[in-house]
């Protein structure tokens, strides 16, 4: 899928979500529902996820040059820990208001409530189907699809909380609600943060483990050793490896690289290799000095 493509869809479910955002604040303002005012702040989160993301398809798509020599694309990575940490100091704000209404409950209109969390379900079901057109193995595309998926769940509470306190008078249920989606902001925040997180510190993909690679890769006929193994994410998406391969003596080491590169293509979807291949005379020395495991054949 192209990014003009995604930045199309994208901006759709930007125009949904902000348009609705406004009508929500002062809907809740004055029905005084704090569970209206946190799904107002969570779709706000919503917003600038899919700003950051629009923002991020276009840095990305910068030619690598100068001291950038991966170009930009983990711009989506540091957005989208930007917005998993916003998440987390919202939700713990609302856990802080949500418990202190339970305290001391304000008098809600429980209709308008009501009335504006069923149109937020609509709104939100539209927002998720235009993400979910644009490219969602992007993290930061992905964020933002799960919290709108959120935000519809969040509605759903919303709307349950209007109708008890409209229908059985009981306004505790409008925090109770609000402290359900503070709940869900928590747990897409921790998500992000995580996997954000993951990437920065150059962990390995959750899908690729680094030992099973290499001990597959001494498997590979005349390659003797292997050590200084690293499979990383540049991006979402985008994994890569290095490694420095020993060959046995007198092997046509051109010949055994271009085989590894075909295992990592073929069986862990590795495209981006970088591959030092040495005969094993030549590197003995070198091999004892080797960081991180080192795997060898036999």
Not at 71 to 99: C, D, M, P
Request: some cysteine; overall charge negative; aromatic content about 6%.
């Amino acid at each position: 899928m192209s990014a003009d493509s995604d930045r199309r869809w994208l901006g759709i479910a930007l125009a949904l979500i902000a348009s609705f955002m406004a009508v929500e604040v002062i809907v809740g303002l004055v029905a005084q529902s704090l569970a209206l005012i946190t799904d107002a702040a969570h779709m706000l989160t919503d917003a600038a996820s899919i700003v950051l993301a629009l923002i991020a398809i276009r840095l990305s798509r910068r030619p690598a040059g100068g001291k950038y020599t991966y170009g930009y694309k983990r711009a989506e990575i540091l957005s989208a820990q930007v917005n998993g940490i916003t998440l987390l100091l919202l939700a713990a704000w609302f856990v802080y208001e949500g418990i202190h209404r339970l305290i001391e409950p304000p008098d809600v209109a429980g209709p308008l409530v009501l009335i504006t969390a069923l149109f937020g379900i609509v709104v939100n079901i539209l927002a998720a189907w235009c993400i979910s057109k644009a490219n969602r193995t992007s993290l930061n595309v992905e964020g933002a699809f799960q919290h709108i998926l959120n935000d519809l769940y969040a509605f759903i509470g919303t709307a349950i909380a209007g109708a008890v306190v409209w229908l059985a008078g009981w306004p505790r249920a409008d925090a109770i609600a609000a402290l359900v989606v503070a709940a869900l902001m928590l747990k897409a925040g921790w998500g992000l943060v995580r996997e954000s997180g993951r990437i920065f510190l150059e962990a390995a993909p959750a899908d690729l483990d680094p030992d099973a690679i290499g001990t597959r890769l001494v498997g590979i006929p005349f390659v003797a050793e292997v050590h200084d193994l690293h499979v990383w994410l540049i991006t979402s998406g985008q994994p890569s490896l290095s490694a420095h391969v020993l060959v046995d003596a007198g092997t046509d080491c051109h010949a055994v690289r271009s085989t590894i590169e075909t295992v990592l293509h073929d069986e862990f979807g590795l495209e981006h290799t970088t591959l030092q291949v040495d005969h094993c005379a030549a590197a003995d020395l070198h091999c004892a000095d080797a960081h991180g495991p080192v795997h060898r054949s036999g």
